[in-house]
């Protein structure tokens, strides 16, 4: 049966009618006149206020936040699905400069938060009415000693819209607007990046190669403007190191995830340690695929059922199915995406790479975008992605400021979708071939979730350093990028020339200094977590719910504890790789079968 394309399509029209909607200026308008009320309200009146009053203030606070947010999400949706589209390009550059504007002006309410005497503080945290936002207001005063006067925070947040976020938003259109010409069945054809990059799980491994090298030569065409997009973006990080008194450029994203920097370097000094079982894993499927040796373009080739596509009705049933065996009401909240077409399915000139969930606010819907090629890594990207959105309906038991749940924590529900579609794939084959091309997709996950995220944690920490001595030519950021790589392929895998150019396609060290990290801390965290679920069974779900329903409520330590997970032990994260160990070792079992 042929699926509608309009189906494939998202629906934002219960959001805004269109991008020229007179309910778009309405609200932009009221937001403005309620940002200039609260203003007028509250500034300098902050820490007078008595406890019933401070209440009324962060009601008022997080209820004008939730008004602020919905024009600027629905703008981001549309840019995202279409960037070459004129009036999305105006509605996206007239959103953010709006956020940029309301920003500036409710900062003095964070800045007052701060700046309320400790023993006056200590009574609001006791106060029983204030348990919704306790954990907002200390994440706020956690900055107080990199925070700088209203003014110069003003400035700053002014000069971001022609600083950052400029870079950011010209690395996006950049981006989306490539176009890649190559060779494929005998003529040449036009080629989006999603569609060469899905060519990675092609069977002819000239083809991976080829795609790959067309992908990143066409990037190094853009050397100019890509290395000089991210030296700004590093310049711009470690000035405002400098000026907030930060120690080091990871420092500010540890304090916002509520993570001590030992439990992350103990993170990482783990992950390297492990290197060598992606390594023999590396070995393992070089021989699979009767090769001597792996180049990195073979990473991810299919093994078993190498033509084996998937159309996207077939995804999504095996998704709503994995996840309905978990819980019928998680299959629920996901055939809601579909029916209410939430999810934008299909690979175009101007839309986004990769893939992503907008989470909106706790009244409004989320939206997946996918750049679904029929690829068994896409029907795991939909599953990642509907845990995500899976997440953020749960959460929306939270109000506007706890809804979003902590960067270490927003990758957990994603990656246990995972796992889920995993299993459920496994158990459903009785062919111990299908099993073996199974099982290595979810090894290959994971090491690309946990060893591959902590390669580019590493390349960016190394890149912001290096950038506090000077400027970054394109050779230096290439050679951090393969020194990065290397240490992690070592001898396994060999690397094609092109792939120095890695590094300048990688999105997130554009929009979110060390986001990377979160990816590897939410994969291990899973794998332990998913344990319990294998060893607990259904009474393990209503833990799991209430993990995913706390949002941003808790911080990351607090939200686990329940299951018994102590973050700070030092053989945690150990855990999570003889996990991997094991799945290296039933892999094996399996091949002695097939």
């Not at 002006?105 to 800045?111: A, I, K, P, T, Y």
């Not at 929306?396 to 796992?419: C, D, I, R, W």
């Not at 102590?566 to 094996?588: C, M, N, V």
Request: hydrophobic share 40%; glycine share 6%.
């Amino acid at each position: 049966m042929t699926t509608d394309i309009a189906a494939m399509l998202w629906d934002t029209t219960p959001l805004y009618p269109a991008a020229g909607s007179p309910e778009i200026e309405a609200e932009l308008a009221r937001g403005a006149e309620e940002t200039q009320k609260f203003r007028a309200t509250y500034q300098g009146r902050v820490a007078s206020l008595d406890n019933t009053a401070f209440l009324e203030a962060l009601r008022s606070y997080e209820a004008l936040n939730e008004l602020l947010a919905k024009p600027q999400l629905y703008a981001h949706l549309l840019f995202a699905a279409d960037s070459e589209d004129e009036t999305h390009k105006r509605l996206s550059q007239r959103a953010a400069e709006f956020g940029n504007l309301m920003g500036r002006e409710l900062l003095f309410f964070d800045l007052e938060i701060m700046e309320i005497p400790d023993d006056r503080f200590a009574g609001v945290i006791a106060d029983a009415q204030f348990a919704n936002y306790r954990h907002f207001l200390e994440s706020v005063r956690r900055f107080k000693p990199h925070t700088l006067k209203e003014r110069e925070e003003q400035l700053l947040k002014m000069k971001s819209l022609t600083g950052s976020d400029a870079f950011t938003r010209l690395f996006d259109e950049l981006s989306a607007s490539l176009r890649y010409r190559m060779e494929m069945d005998g003529q040449e054809q036009e080629f989006t990046g999603e569609e060469l990059l899905g060519l990675l799980h092609h069977p002819d491994a000239a083809v991976r190669e080829r795609a790959f090298s067309t992908f990143l030569n066409r990037h190094e065409e853009e050397g100019i403007v890509l290395s000089t997009i991210f030296n700004t973006i590093a310049l711009d990080h470690g000035q405002e190191l400098e000026l907030r008194s930060y120690r080091h450029p990871m420092e500010p994203t540890h304090l916002g995830n509520e993570l001590p920097e030992e439990v992350v370097n103990r993170l990482m000094e783990v992950s390297e340690a492990n290197y060598p079982l992606a390594r023999d894993y590396f070995r393992l499927k070089a021989r699979l695929l009767g090769l001597p040796k792996l180049k990195n373009t073979d990473v991810y080739a299919p093994v078993g059922e190498t033509d084996r596509r998937y159309t996207y009705e077939e995804a999504k049933g095996l998704v709503l199915d994995a996840y309905g065996r978990f819980s019928p009401r998680f299959r629920e909240m996901a055939e809601a995406f579909f029916a209410e077409r939430r999810v934008d399915v299909l690979p175009r000139p101007g839309k986004s790479g990769g893939a992503f969930c907008m989470g909106m606010t706790p009244r409004l819907p989320p939206y997946l975008l996918l750049n679904f090629t029929g690829n068994l890594r896409d029907v795991a990207t939909l599953a990642h992605e509907m845990g995500h959105g899976l997440h953020f309906v749960l959460s929306q038991k939270q109000t506007m400021l706890n809804y979003h749940a902590p960067l270490p924590l927003a990758e957990t529900a994603s990656v246990f979708g995972e796992m889920l579609l995993t299993r459920y794939l496994l158990e459903r084959e009785a062919d111990p071939k299908v099993k073996v091309a199974l099982l290595c997709a979810k090894i290959e996950d994971i090491i690309a979730t946990t060893f591959r995220q902590n390669v580019l944690t590493r390349f960016e920490e190394q890149m912001h350093r290096e950038r506090q001595k000077g400027l970054l030519t394109s050779s230096h950021l290439c050679d951090l990028w393969w020194e990065e790589n290397d240490k992690l392929y070592g001898d396994a895998v060999e690397m094609i020339l092109p792939y120095r150019w890695g590094w300048s396609y990688i999105s997130h060290f554009i929009h979110a200094r060390f986001y990377c990290y979160s990816y590897t801390f939410a994969e291990l965290l899973v794998l332990s977590l998913y344990r319990k679920y294998l060893e607990e069974g259904e009474p393990f779900i209503p833990t799991y719910v209430a993990i995913l329903e706390s949002g941003g409520s808790l911080s990351p330590a607090d939200t686990v504890r329940p299951t018994g997970i102590d973050l700070a032990d030092p053989h945690f994260w150990q855990k999570g790789y003889d996990f991997l160990a094991e799945l290296i070792t039933e892999l094996k079992g399996l091949l002695d079968e097939a």
